[in-house]
């Protein structure tokens, strides 16, 4: 038997240095095999590691395995270790049997100590990495429908979501606006608003279905309820199914979402009050009709496009016929309401591809796509049937005649501003010709 030397007193601490150094769990094993080769001058000293009742694992070189003899074993969870070593180093080893174990013991303690806070790290670490998302998401501003697919996305990967729906207030229902899932399936049908925001009313916390009392009114397989509200006002209602791994919600994930649930909804907000910014610059507020800017803008588009593909575009400028008379004899508020119903008769008896819009006071522009100036008078035919009905339904504004201005791209004109003037110009010389007539702007 080869000579033993140190104290025994140093393996704790050995065992415990060793805890301290090992970046992973089959260095530690191997530095604990080291503290043993060096604390009884043999390199025949093995562990076997058997984690979850698996097959052990051996740490330590093969020679001279096939002799080696139990010297003692210790578990902490799931992890159990078994000390082995050749005959000869052995009968020294048990004689130090008690203290080789609880050393071992201390090390499989400690270690389960070190996952249990590189697991918290690791949540930590992960929950900042989700914050940080979010903070990209909500630098980034995009539409209503985009915010709500990266909404849903989002939560369902960051949560590892078999599926995820994103349920949005509408009618007094909670609508399934969006839904995601692993399988393909068909998204859940709407729950009824009254009936869930009496258990879960606005500013609640993330609740599973069996807590709050609701899983009857949510689909089938769903773990997670998760508010989306912001400043009392609920936004959307975000449902999560089982997770991929097979793990329940607890208290980490729980907190997570109620985290990145205020920020979501604070995207959510932000994309809806971009929308009604940008509805505001380019909507006629008294019509709800595209207004001047717009109409431009849609008009420069259209002669880019008819330019490339070689079609022709027709505007038609409308003045509406004696709508100073209605507004002086009836009021402003007559004159409104006319305005908003003769913006009603043009959208009717456009084409889905033409554009109405209001241009300013009592004009109207027609943008009529792939038409010539002829073709347009077909518009202007078809316009009249709903311009008598108007005169029937309200007689008290009189008979309802417009007069038209068309202008044709590129005959009479290759840019907005062309040919709207070219427009405005044919527009003029019909109400001098006595209204309730269509001029075709002249050939230059």
């Given at each position: 038997?080869?000579?033993?030397?140190?104290?025994p007193?140093?393996?704790?601490?050995?065992?415990a240095?060793?805890?301290?150094?090992?970046?992973?769990?089959s260095?530690?094993?191997?530095?604990c095999r080291?503290?043993?080769?060096?604390?009884?001058?043999?390199?025949?000293?093995?562990?076997?590691?058997?984690?979850?009742?698996?097959r052990?694992?051996r740490?330590?070189?093969?020679?001279?395995?096939?002799?080696?003899?139990?010297?003692?074993?210790?578990?902490?969870?799931?992890?159990?270790?078994?000390?082995?070593?050749?005959?000869?180093v052995?009968?020294?080893?048990?004689?130090e049997?008690?203290?080789?174990?609880?050393?071992?013991?201390?090390?499989?303690?400690?270690?389960?100590v070190?996952?249990?806070?590189?697991?918290?790290l690791?949540?930590?670490e992960?929950?900042?990495?989700?914050?940080?998302?979010?903070?990209?998401?909500?630098?980034?501003?995009?539409?209503?429908?985009?915010?709500?697919?990266l909404?849903?996305?989002?939560?369902?990967?960051v949560?590892?979501?078999w599926?995820?729906?994103?349920?949005?207030?509408?009618?007094?229902?909670?609508q399934?606006?969006r839904?995601?899932?692993?399988?393909k399936?068909?998204?859940?049908?709407?729950i009824?608003?009254?009936?869930?925001?009496?258990?879960?009313?606005?500013?609640?916390?993330?609740v599973?279905?069996?807590?709050?009392?609701?899983?009857?009114?949510?689909?089938?397989?769903?773990?997670?309820?998760?508010?989306?509200?912001?400043?009392?006002?609920?936004?959307?209602?975000?449902?999560?199914?089982?997770?991929?791994?097979?793990?329940?919600?607890g208290?980490?994930?729980r907190?997570?979402?109620?985290?990145?649930?205020?920020?979501?909804?604070t995207?959510?907000?932000?994309?809806?009050?971009v929308?009604?910014?940008?509805s505001?610059?380019?909507?006629?507020?008294?019509?709800?009709?595209?207004?001047?800017?717009?109409?431009?803008?849609?008009?420069?588009?259209?002669?880019?496009?008819?330019?490339?593909?070689?079609?022709?575009?027709?505007?038609?400028?409308?003045?509406?016929?004696?709508?100073k008379?209605?507004?002086d004899?009836?009021?402003?508020?007559a004159?409104?309401?006319?305005?908003?119903?003769?913006?009603?008769?043009l959208?009717?008896?456009?084409r889905?591809?033409?554009?109405v819009?209001?241009?300013?006071?009592d004009e109207?522009?027609v943008?009529l796509?792939?038409?010539?100036?002829?073709?347009a008078?077909?518009?202007?035919?078809?316009?009249?049937?709903g311009?008598?009905?108007?005169?029937?339904?309200?007689?008290?504004?009189?008979?309802?005649?417009?007069?038209?201005?068309?202008?044709?791209?590129?005959?009479?004109?290759r840019?907005?501003?062309?040919l709207?003037?070219a427009?405005?110009s044919?527009?003029?010389?019909?109400?001098?010709?006595?209204?309730?007539?269509?001029?075709?702007?002249?050939?230059?």
């Amino acid at each position: 038997m080869q000579s033993v030397t140190g104290s025994p007193v140093g393996l704790p601490s050995a065992f415990a240095a060793a805890c301290r150094t090992a970046r992973s769990d089959s260095e530690l094993f191997e530095r604990c095999r080291q503290v043993l080769t060096e604390r009884f001058g043999s390199d025949e000293v093995w562990l076997s590691v058997i984690h979850d009742t698996k097959r052990a694992e051996r740490v330590g070189g093969p020679e001279g395995f096939e002799n080696a003899v139990e010297i003692g074993r210790c578990a902490s969870g799931q992890t159990e270790l078994i000390v082995m070593a050749s005959p000869d180093v052995a009968s020294a080893m048990e004689a130090e049997s008690g203290l080789i174990a609880l050393g071992l013991a201390t090390v499989l303690e400690l270690r389960a100590v070190l996952h249990e806070r590189q697991g918290a790290l690791d949540d930590a670490e992960f929950q900042l990495r989700a914050l940080r998302q979010v903070a990209r998401l909500l630098a980034s501003v995009h539409s209503k429908e985009e915010t709500e697919h990266l909404v849903l996305d989002f939560m369902a990967e960051v949560f590892f979501a078999w599926w995820a729906c994103l349920y949005r207030p509408e009618g007094g229902r909670y609508q399934a606006k969006r839904y995601r899932a692993m399988d393909k399936s068909s998204g859940p049908g709407d729950i009824d608003m009254a009936s869930l925001d009496k258990v879960v009313p606005s500013g609640s916390m993330v609740v599973t279905p069996q807590e709050a009392g609701i899983a009857d009114l949510l689909p089938a397989g769903t773990e997670l309820v998760i508010p989306l509200d912001a400043h009392k006002e609920r936004l959307a209602l975000l449902l999560l199914g089982p997770r991929l791994n097979k793990t329940a919600y607890g208290r980490a994930e729980r907190d997570l979402a109620g985290t990145l649930s205020y920020s979501a909804a604070t995207a959510l907000k932000n994309a809806e009050l971009v929308e009604r910014l940008a509805s505001q610059a380019t909507t006629d507020e008294l019509t709800g009709l595209p207004n001047r800017r717009a109409l431009e803008a849609r008009l420069e588009a259209e002669l880019s496009r008819g330019a490339r593909h070689l079609f022709k575009t027709t505007v038609a400028m409308i003045d509406v016929d004696r709508f100073k008379l209605i507004n002086d004899t009836m009021g402003h508020a007559a004159g409104d309401r006319y305005l908003i119903m003769i913006g009603r008769v043009l959208t009717e008896h456009v084409r889905a591809l033409d554009v109405v819009g209001r241009y300013g006071g009592d004009e109207f522009l027609v943008i009529l796509t792939m038409t010539s100036a002829a073709e347009a008078l077909t518009f202007v035919n078809r316009l009249q049937s709903g311009l008598q009905e108007l005169s029937s339904q309200h007689p008290e504004f009189g008979t309802a005649t417009l007069s038209f201005g068309l202008a044709e791209a590129p005959r009479h004109g290759r840019t907005p501003v062309t040919l709207l003037g070219a427009a405005d110009s044919a527009l003029y010389a019909a109400k001098h010709a006595g209204r309730n007539m269509v001029e075709i702007a002249r050939d230059t």
